[in-house]
Nanobody
């Protein structure tokens, strides 16, 4: 499956962005999806994941209450709505796909997009 992220950009602190991850080449509804991010000089970290049905989600503590993941299986797209952005949210954001239950460990994901840059200015 191929994944392509979009929607990143430059935003002021307190602002919002909506990331999209379009999937192709596979049975999208079979995959659990995750969003991860990597800031300069840091390791890739878990942000949020969602089951194939969208019924179960799991968020990193750092984004709870500010970020919302959703998916549209008919459009083979997963979204990440990011509100109340902070400078520490600055990173490249990646979406990832895996069979089976979602997970917060990046190593569990077989498919990755190339990422989209999110920069939050103070």
């Amino acid at each position: 499956v191929q994944l392509v992220e979009s929607g990143g950009g430059l935003v002021q602190a307190g602002g919002s962005l909506r990331l999209s991850c379009a999937a192709s080449g596979g049975t999208f509804s079979s995959y659990s999806m995750g969003w991860f991010r990597q800031a300069p000089g840091k390791e890739r970290e878990f942000v949020v994941c969602i089951t194939w049905s969208g019924s179960i989600t799991d968020y990193a503590d750092s984004v709870k209450g500010r970020f919302t993941i959703s998916r549209d299986n008919a459009k083979t797209t997963v979204y990440l709505q990011m509100n109340s952005l902070k400078p520490e949210d600055t990173a490249v954001y990646y979406c990832a796909a895996k069979f089976g239950p979602p997970h917060n460990d990046a190593w569990q994901y077989a498919y990755w997009g190339r990422g989209t840059q999110v920069t939050v200015s103070s």
